[in-house]
């Protein structure tokens, strides 16, 4: 089991995370949020990159500061951005990282040959890196957190430049992975995470806002989503009355998915709340700073 027992960060007079909590068993957990939001630097807490400003982070009953190595021998871990060789090619970069986690070679030989078959690759294992695009990279990245084998398994935005056949076959691979231990997607994506993850944790204003099932957070706007249509040349008026999830033209009119506290219009179709419903909802100013 892995705890996060009242964290927070702070560089100097900037606080980065405040007063975060958390209990992570086996299976899938989603880290959904905004860019911003303090994802990135919980993963890096959580990996080791940096230690918390106050409070702990505890792994089977140990702080992972003291176990130092032998937390990281357990620990998988894909930032967003890791560095290779572009000359090497996916074996020889993976039998190097191997080398460098005390990895037999015979044992590393086996385990490099049944990743990337993992993460279909074979056919390219003795091509140049420089030759890949982005998604085959971002591949070579998921084999190289696995090399170890680990119990915890961190993905920080891992779906980066993969195509939506190589997420599906993303998401059927962490399914497999999580029978026997810990992973942890940290992402802006709803739906890298919607259909997997045993629980969803959402961070807003730098604290813990959800630590649910897709379900229960879902129900959190149960009643207020809405869908309806009307002449574009209303669009505009609807927008500034409404939180808009979702707009799309269809013969001439305007459809429109929103949330509404309160009493609904004749002419309003409810509709079940998704994921990414509360995703937009609760991240609205964020996302719109975001965009400006």
Not at 115 to 129: C, G, I, R, W, Y
Not at 139 to 166: F, S
Not at 178 to 188: M, P
């Amino acid at each position: 089991m892995l705890t996060v027992k009242d964290v927070s960060k702070n560089y100097g007079d900037f606080s980065a995370l405040e007063n975060v909590s958390l209990e992570f068993h086996q299976g899938i957990y989603g880290l959904l949020a905004p860019n911003g939001a303090g994802k990135t630097t919980l993963i890096k807490m959580l990996v080791t990159l940096i230690s918390p400003s106050k409070g702990e982070i505890i792994y089977n009953g140990m702080n992972i500061i003291d176990l130092d190595e032998e937390y990281r021998d357990r620990l998988g871990y894909l930032p967003q951005q890791f560095g290779f060789y572009k000359n090497d090619t996916p074996k020889k970069y993976l039998l190097y990282l191997a080398a460098l986690k005390g990895i037999p070679k015979k044992q590393a030989i086996e385990r490099i040959d049944e990743l990337l078959e993992k993460v279909a690759l074979s056919d390219v294992a003795n091509k140049k890196l420089k030759k890949f695009s982005g998604g085959m990279i971002q591949r070579v990245g998921i084999a190289q957190a696995l090399l170890n084998d680990p119990h915890v398994l961190i993905l920080d935005e891992p779906t980066a430049g993969l195509d939506p056949k190589e997420r599906a076959r993303f998401r059927q691979l962490l399914t497999e992975l999580a029978h026997d231990r810990l992973v942890i997607i940290s992402t802006h994506i709803v739906s890298d995470i919607e259909s997997i993850a045993n629980e969803i944790i959402m961070i807003k204003n730098k604290q813990l806002l959800y630590k649910e099932t897709v379900e229960a957070i879902c129900n959190t706007l149960e009643g207020d989503v809405y869908e309806t249509s009307f002449n574009y040349e209303n669009l505009e008026a609807f927008r500034r009355q409404h939180v808009l999830l979702s707009e799309k033209q269809e013969q001439g009119r305007m459809i429109v998915r929103f949330v509404h506290k309160g009493e609904p219009k004749e002419e309003w179709t409810k509709v079940m709340p998704h994921l990414e419903d509360v995703f937009l909802y609760e991240y609205r100013d964020e996302l719109l700073a975001e965009s400006e």
